[in-house]
């Protein structure tokens, strides 16, 4: 275990200005380090394109326990984080309070019956919803829905006015903001590094296994006598495509597609198939204005969790957060400040990056 200097003698290098980077720098000068974030262009990636969900509930499943924990560790986290940064700046981050997963036929039906009674028996709060309860609850959605799963306890915030409110909070603590793009870690003037670059970082740590995956989402607004959006995320899989509704103040984000593809160019088939979906789960979105279409690039990891962890003595990486990048910032920034401070996060435990180490090969012993 590395030992740390003393906090307040400590100086940090942030590489990366999405709502991770943001998040551990914030926290970072907060606890009294010199913090440097470096970034030629703060939340213009995966951060800025995203939904907001924080639902690591509803999309348990068996089998994937670590994934299930560690964002229910986060979500434990987000009223005080979330909390703390609205009374800070004065923004309001939080959209909808509550989930609810539906499923158009029987094979989605039983999956959200494996799911209720997997995270259920975990100790969490999911209820198993009728046709009819579903359409009391949301009477927005459509009448091809046959089941619903509703988590009263996930929530879904602002993702735009997160990174504004943090990159406030930041600025406030004395973080200092560099408008470089960093090429080499090695190159950073800092006690300690901590890479938080998204999709870009196994260019920086070749060794780091995080690929970019891309996502295409709408963003509606709302006008004068559309039908009400639903008062909580909504999420469904339509034609085998997972899709989701999450309402802002001024409308509904709809979201979203998956290519393994490095650019970030919205297509046609894409928009079509998040319009041709929405409609599935509720038909009168048609009735509002599409004013934006955009995309990002998820910064995925070979077992869909992050790496959050020490890699050399002054590298500390947080990457690889996929689709939860927004779900997981309260409890990664835990994490990296536990290894800064020379200690860990059990909770953490299971994003180690060494764990995609390979171990040395034993050279077998020649016959003689």
Known sequence: MITPM??????????????????????????GRRVRLFDPAIASGASWVAGGMLAPLSEGWPGEDALLDLGSASLDRWPDFGGELEKLTGSTLFTSHGSLTVALDSADAEDLRTIAEFVSGRGRDLRVLTRAEVRALEPSLGPRIRLGLLAPDEFAVDNRALVDALRTAAVDVGVEFVAEHVTDVAAVPADQVVVAAGSTASALLPDVPVRPVKGEILRLR??????????????????GRPSYLVPRGDGIVVGATQYDAPDTQVTVAGVRDLIADAEELMPAIGE??????????????????????RVDERTVVAVGHGRNGILLTPVTADAVLAVLDGDELPEARCAAPGRFRRSPQTVPTPVR
């Open 6 to 31: 003393g906090a307040s003698n400590q100086s940090v290098a942030v590489v990366g200005g999405g709502v991770i980077g943001l998040s551990i720098a914030w926290r970072a000068a907060r606890s």
């Open 222 to 239: 709302t006008r004068p006598g559309v039908t009400p959006a639903p008062g909580r995320t909504v999420r469904g899989t339509v034609h």
């Open 288 to 309: 509002y204005e599409l004013y934006e279409a955009s995309a990002g690039l998820r910064p995925m990891s070979p077992d869909n969790l992050p790496l959050v962890g």
